[in-house]
C-alpha cells in the first residue's frame, strides 16, 4: 500500500495534512483496489473473486452510490459535482 499511494512516503505534497482527509484517501484506495481494479493474478477484481458481485465497478457506481446514500440522508454529505448519467442496477 505504501508504495501505491504517494501520501504514505512524504516524498511529494501530496501528503494529507488533516486525519480526516487521510482516512477518506484510504477509504477511495481500498474501493479501488477491491472493487475496481482488475488484478492480473486472478483476472478480476476481488470483489468478483470472492462472490460480493458478479460484475465490475467503476468509479462512476461509486460516485453513483455515494449520491443514492445522499438521497436517503436528504442532504448532501459531499462537496463534488453530481455524476450527470449514471443510473443504479
Avoid at 11 to 32: C, D, Q, R, V, W
Avoid at 52 to 73: H, I, N, P, S, Y
Amino acid at each position: 500500500m505504501r508504495m501505491g499511494v504517494r501520501r504514505f512516503t512524504r516524498l511529494t505534497n501530496g501528503l494529507s495534512k488533516k486525519i480526516e482527509n487521510h482516512k477518506h484517501m484510504i477509504a477511495l484506495y481500498y474501493f479501488h483496489y477491491n472493487w475496481v481494479r482488475k488484478h492480473m493474478t486472478i483476472g478480476t477484481t476481488p470483489a468478483i473473486a470472492s462472490g460480493l458481485t458478479d460484475r465490475e465497478f467503476t468509479m462512476e457506481d461509486f460516485v453513483g452510490l455515494v449520491e443514492l446514500q445522499e438521497k436517503k440522508a436528504g442532504r448532501r454529505v459531499t462537496n463534488y459535482k453530481p455524476a450527470s448519467k449514471w443510473r443504479p442496477n
